[in-house]
């Protein structure tokens, strides 16, 4: 197939958790767009060199080459305007909503789930994540997440944004979703996909849009191996 | 003038501070609509009977009535169609910016500033103000601010989201500013008209866009009498 999305994968290569990659593959389903969804490993970046980077999501689309799941979601836009529109009106009007996910739904989540992630990977990899990230925060996987469950009030607390306006709307879109809610939900998949924990009460309406979600393009997130919650 | 926008103010009738009343006159010189700018005081219930309920912003246009900020928004992008678009896209896909605003920017200051407002207020304006807000926060409006300077590093750290799309881009809505700029920068204005207290710090990119903002259509925000932060 002309069209590849190179996605991390855990051991088990249909075990996708990488909250970017998650934003590509629904912005290709909501276009409508068929593609190979290649499994990838942290291990691997030279597999990536025809990008000229290492990271993913990288998509290769006949000739074309483009990395990074924002420029992927502008590239598609560009490139299939005919299909269902990802951008209410331009790209950069959903960008508070994607640097909202970036900067507060993934900082919260990378320290209430990042131990998870390591029993998902192989024995090369593990090595990789557990120095590079601890490097970053500075401490053991163990130590970031250590008691978790008391501060997941102060993140339910810091999706107030978000539940306020799907107490309004089904999707942060309006009536159908947007990339705005792909880019959010991309943090939510990383969650269910590596961790048991349980992050949002049943009756929150954020809940409730994560069910409408995992339901879109046939249950196309549901049906990813997942922690199920 | 068959078009009149009621604003909050101070006993001096040129210093408007609501936050909301700033969205619709931002909206309103957007969408380049002249309009009488009422003076209405928290005490003068009685005088907005007419809209069926006692808040403002209420905009009255010809025959029309229209209260709520969001509700005026969509009011002015549906009846002025022909006039630059409000919304990129739909009301709907702007809502978790608006939301954010709400619940998280004007949540943090009216934390740093509810006391400096009572000074701009008469004195049945002052009772009403701080019987209803001391209520509402359960303490006096100067334990409310207490040590706030010690809150302005939180306060910081939470415009990240704002922070990261303002360095990609001059305004919320792209390359120009669109509703979202004005439900947000309705916060910076109501600080900026009632409070001394320097929120920013001046090489912070949301200075540089709060300037911008101020700057629009002549200078319209910059030449309200406020405190000059």
Redesign the interface.
Known sequence: MARVLYELAGTDPARRFSPYCWRSRMALAHKDLEADYQPWRFTEAESLAFSGQAKVPVLRDGERVVFDSGAIAEYLERIYPDRPAL????P??????V??A???LNAHLVRLIVSDIPQWLGEGEQAYFRSSREARFGKRLEEVTEGRETRLPAFRAAL???R??LR??PF????AP?Y?DYAVFGGFQWARVVSPLVLLEADDPVAGWRERMLDLFGGLARATPSCGT
Chains 1, 2 share one sequence.
Do not use: M
């Not at 951008?87 to 331009?90: A, K, Q, R, S, V």
């Not at 950069?92 to 909503?97: G, L, Q, V, W, Y």
């Open positions: 951008f209410p009106g331009t950069e009007a959903s960008r508070f909503i640097a909202w970036d900067t507060v107030e944004p978000l306020a306006t309004e709307q942060l879109g309006g009536e947007a705005g």
